[in-house]
């Protein structure tokens, strides 16, 4: 548990970077920058029944149309759960088809639906997958997203991306020992 909040804690305090050194102007002339946020898009749903389904992926459609009419939007970030369900190569290429419909610059981060379940539920809920597949995951994960940790430079700003990785452990919500070692790397950097 101890690891966990210190993981998240970090993950919050690496989003606080900002504005190491020179205030530098957007550029796009702006005097701020816009990022888009979508997070747990479980595409196309988690719903079973057909018209739910339906008007749920409908509605989706209809944010990403109205996000993309959004002119000065600097940055998408998916912040993990993009797929249904299971980390499946499936559902991670129906995802990001669909979430390449959404126009401009994009970063993605993983969540425990595209790393740590088989697919199949126990009393409703998805089943951890062992750690030979998560690793499976990961690499389709990268395959289809990219990496599982990255830093994006927006304006004056240094973003620093970390997804949950640590296939060993028990819970779904970890940084791995590496990932922690690049953080602090990338850290030491600025």
């Given at each position: 548990?101890?690891?966990l ?10 989003l606080?970077f900002?504005g ?61 759960d ?19 419909g ?5 970063s ?5 639906h ?5 697919e199949e539920l126990?009393n ?13 995951h ?5 395959k ?17 991306f970390?997804?949950?990785e640590?296939?060993e ?22």
């Open positions: 548990m101890f690891r909040i210190t993981c998240f804690f970090l993950s919050l305090c690496c606080a900002a190491c050194g020179k205030e530098a102007p957007a550029p796009s002339g702006k005097d701020y920058e816009r990022i888009i946020v979508v997070s747990d898009l479980h595409y196309p749903s988690k719903a079973t029944e057909d018209a739910k389904r339906q008007a749920i992926m409908d509605n989706k459609a209809k944010a990403r149309d109205e996000i993309n009419g959004w002119k000065d939007v600097d940055l998408k970030v998916f912040t993990g993009m797929v249904e369900m299971y980390g499946s190569m499936k559902q991670m290429e129906e995802a990001k088809q669909f979430i390449d959404f126009h401009g610059e994009k993605f981060l993983a969540g425990n595209e790393l740590f379940y088989r126990k409703g809920k998805p089943v951890m997958a062992d750690p030979s597949l998560r690793k499976a990961e690499e389709n994960y990268e289809v997203f990219g990496p599982l940790h990255s830093t994006k430079k927006l304006g004056q700003y240094l973003l620093v970390l997804s949950p640590d296939t452990g028990k819970f779904p919500v970890a940084m791995s020992k590496e990932e922690m070692e690049w953080l602090k790397s990338t850290l030491q950097e600025i």
